[in-house]
Structures are given as C-alpha cells and as structure tokens.
C-alpha cells in the first residue's frame, strides 16, 4: 500500500498543480456569487489586485480587436498576461495591479505604456477637457449598426464619472472602466 | 572558431549568473535540488549524531522544514512543515512538537512575510503537532509507522491548519464572508492535503527512522526508600 502510495499521491498532486489555476479561478467565481458584491468595484477581478489600481476597457464584442474578443483578458501592470475570463459578460482586458496613481489620466496613461503598443490611445483637447478619440484602434464614431452617436465612456468604481480622466482623482482601490455608450 | 573573452573590461559582469534569467519552472528545479541537497546533508549529520540527543534532531528537522517552506514556496501551499512537525508530535510528544511549531513558523516567516498570521501559523502547527501526540499509539505499532493511517491524518491535518490560519481573516471580515473565505480556499486546502500526502509516502518512513534513534530514553527516577518499597 505504502509502496503504491508514492506514485499515486506524486501523480494527483501534478494533476492538481496543473489544473490549479483553472480549478481556483472557476471556485472563486462561484464562491464570490455567495456574497452580494455589486457595489464591490473589484468584482470579478483577480484577487491579487484587491486594494489596487485597475485600469478595464471594455468593447462591444463586433467591435472588438482579434485579441480582446473572447471574454475579458486580465493584464498585470509589467505587461504580463495571466489570465482569461471567457466567461465574463464584457469583452476586452484589465490591466492592474497599479498603486499611488492619484490622478485618473496618470493611472490610464500607466496601464497604457505598462502594454506596449496594444492599447493606443486617440485623444482631442478641447477647451472643456479631454476627449478619448479611440481606443486600440476602436473608435466608436466610425461603428455602424446600433452605435449612433457612440462615444468612449468613463466610469470610476462602476458608476459613471462626471467629470474627464484629467480632473478625476483616484482612490487606492479604484477601478476606471472605459466602456462605449452612446448618447 | 575561438572566442576571446574580456573579463577585465566593464562589461564583464554581464557574464555572471546575474545576467541569466531563469523562469518559474527553472527556479523551481533549482529549489528543489538546494532542498534535497539539504536534506542529505542533513541526513548525514545525523547519522554521526549519537542517540538520544533528541533536541538536536528537533533543530536539524527544523532546518529542513524551515528550508522546505521557504524553497517551495512558489509551489503554492504545497510545503513539509505539517508532516514534520505531525511525526514531531508522534515521536517527541506534544511539548518539544509546539516547540519546533512555532520555531518553524517564526523562523520562515522572517524570510516569507511575518505578521499576525504567524501566530495563526504557529497554532495551528502546534494543533497538528499535538494530534499527532495524542494519536501516536495509533499511528506508530510495533515499531513502524502506519502509512495509510499517517496519510489520512495528515491530509485532515492540512484543512485543520489551514482553517485555524484562516481565523486570522475575523479581524477583517464579518462572519458571513468568512465562510465563503473559507470556502474559497478549498482548492489551496486540497493542494495542502495532498502534498501532505506526497511527503508521507515518501519522507514519513526515513524521517521516523531517524527521529526513533533519537529518542531520548526516560529519565531513571531514584526510589526513596528501596528498602520499604519491597514487598
């Protein structure tokens, strides 16, 4: 029995590692459903981000780039890819992980840079504030269909900002949302 | 084709070790073998050690453990310290098992992160220990240890650690979310349980072999009065 043992526990535990990360991430998932988390801005967020910045950007899914248009890729703040949502109920990624950012366009510009050339910006300056032109190449006045008079959303910990990137000042913990709306 | 390096320049040192970037995977292998390294050399100390010097193996056992935690640590909760220090219990009794509990829990917590999870650590190492003391005469028959017995008890042992440590989250969470806590690190408390049982089937036979020959035999008590104990 001992003898059998060291195989068997040594084969179990390498299935476990392996399928760990997805094992943990769908457990989590349906743990998290049991606390009432709407008003949790990290909801749905890897755990390793509580308490940190986060930068999402969200696409309608026609619109979205060949790499963001499955579920919602998770990005840390070097760059790294380690994780996917295909779950998720929005289509694009979150780059986090970010800390001591207190101003909305230094957290933005910071996850931007933190991806390469993945996630260019488009911006006009106008005598009122900034306005985001396009987002990875996504700019909404160009979509056709149900996008009349789309334009690039802001919202700061899940509600909608009412003031620019430029003036919004960041909690430790909070999260920007790029998302289309139309008016 | 002959290649000529120059190691005076400045830029030498981009040839050390420093300049070569190993992966998880790589830093892993490496771990590994600096632990098995270290439990052969620790293996070989012993055997030079003479019998009865209990207190000493207890210190050598902590090394490794210590070692063991720290150089898995990126394997996540897969480490040896609940099975050492459950056969700590099982050999040495409860006292000197709480003793190389906390030892270990302080001693890598300097190295991991140290806070007030330590002394969540360190109980609930001591829990494990004291289960194996309690459950010795059940575990360890006729001079072996029972395998499947141990295994089973030490994969009880990781949820029962882990749950303790876990109560450390009350500070900061209500009880409600403390369940679902509790319920979220199930897949961690399984991993736990079953590196426990990994290590059982491969260390708890020649760790208990070292730790029976270094049991320190029962101190010989004087009898007061010999000659009216005689019946």
């Given at each position: 029995m001992s003898d059998s043992l060291k195989p068997i526990s040594l084969g179990i535990l390498v299935l476990l590692l392996v399928s760990f990360p997805k094992i943990s991430t769908e457990w989590a998932r349906m743990t998290a459903e049991l606390v009432d988390e709407e008003d949790d801005p990290h909801f749905g967020l890897p755990d390793i981000w509580d308490g940190q910045q986060v930068v999402c950007i969200h696409f309608p899914e026609a619109e979205a780039p060949e790499d963001f248009d499955q579920g919602r890729i998770h990005i840390d703040y070097d760059g790294t890819e380690f994780m996917s949502d295909v779950?998720?109920?929005?289509?694009?990624?979150?780059?986090g992980g970010f800390s001591d950012h207190d101003n909305g366009w230094s957290l933005l510009n910071a996850a931007i840079n933190s991806t390469g050339d993945t996630f260019l910006l488009n911006i006009t300056q106008y005598s009122f504030g900034l306005m985001v032109d396009s987002i990875a190449g996504v700019d909404p006045s160009q979509m056709s269909g149900n996008f009349s008079g789309a334009y690039w959303s802001l919202y700061h910990n899940g509600a909608l900002s009412m003031i620019g990137i430029t003036e919004l000042e960041l909690d430790s913990d909070s999260v920007i949302t790029w998302r289309v709306d139309t008016w | 084709m002959k290649c000529k390096l120059n190691l005076t320049s400045k830029g030498a040192h981009m040839f050390d070790a420093h300049a070569v970037a190993l992966g998880p995977q790589g830093m892993l292998v490496i771990n590994i073998t600096m632990l098995s390294l270290i439990g052969w050399a620790l293996w070989r100390a012993e055997q030079k050690l003479s019998s009865g010097s209990d207190l000493i193996i207890l210190v050598l056992l902590g090394a490794f453990a210590v070692s063991g935690?720290?150089?898995?640590?990126?394997?996540?909760?897969?480490?040896?310290?609940?099975?050492?220090?459950?056969?700590?219990?099982?050999?040495?009794?409860?006292?000197?098992?709480?003793?190389?509990?906390?030892?270990?829990?302080?001693?890598?917590?300097?190295?991991?992160?140290?806070?007030?999870?330590?002394?969540?650590?360190?109980?609930?190492?001591?829990?494990?220990?004291?289960?194996?003391?309690?459950?010795?005469?059940?575990?360890?028959?006729?001079?072996?240890?029972?395998?499947?017995?141990?295994?089973?008890?030490?994969?009880?042992?990781?949820?029962?650690?882990?749950?303790?440590?876990?109560l450390s989250a009350l500070h900061s969470l209500s009880n409600e979310v403390f369940l679902v806590y509790l319920m979220t690190g199930i897949p961690y408390d399984l991993l736990h349980a079953a590196g426990n049982v990994v290590f059982v089937a491969w260390l708890a036979n020649p760790l208990s072999e070292v730790m029976t020959r270094h049991i320190a035999p029962p101190t010989p008590t004087a009898v007061r009065d010999p000659v009216s104990s005689r019946v």
């Open positions: 779950e998720w109920n929005e289509t694009g990624a979150c780059i | 935690r720290i150089l898995l640590d990126p394997i996540p909760n897969v480490q040896p310290v609940t099975v050492i220090v459950l056969l700590a219990g099982i050999h040495f009794g409860a006292s000197r098992a709480i003793a190389l509990a906390a030892a270990v829990a302080l001693c890598s917590n300097m190295l991991l992160g140290h806070g007030l999870w330590s002394l969540y650590q360190a109980v609930g190492w001591s829990v494990v220990g004291i289960a194996g003391a309690a459950l010795s005469n059940r575990l360890y028959v006729n001079g072996r240890i029972l395998i499947p017995t141990l295994a089973g008890l030490a994969a009880v042992s990781a949820f029962a650690f882990d749950w303790i440590v876990s």
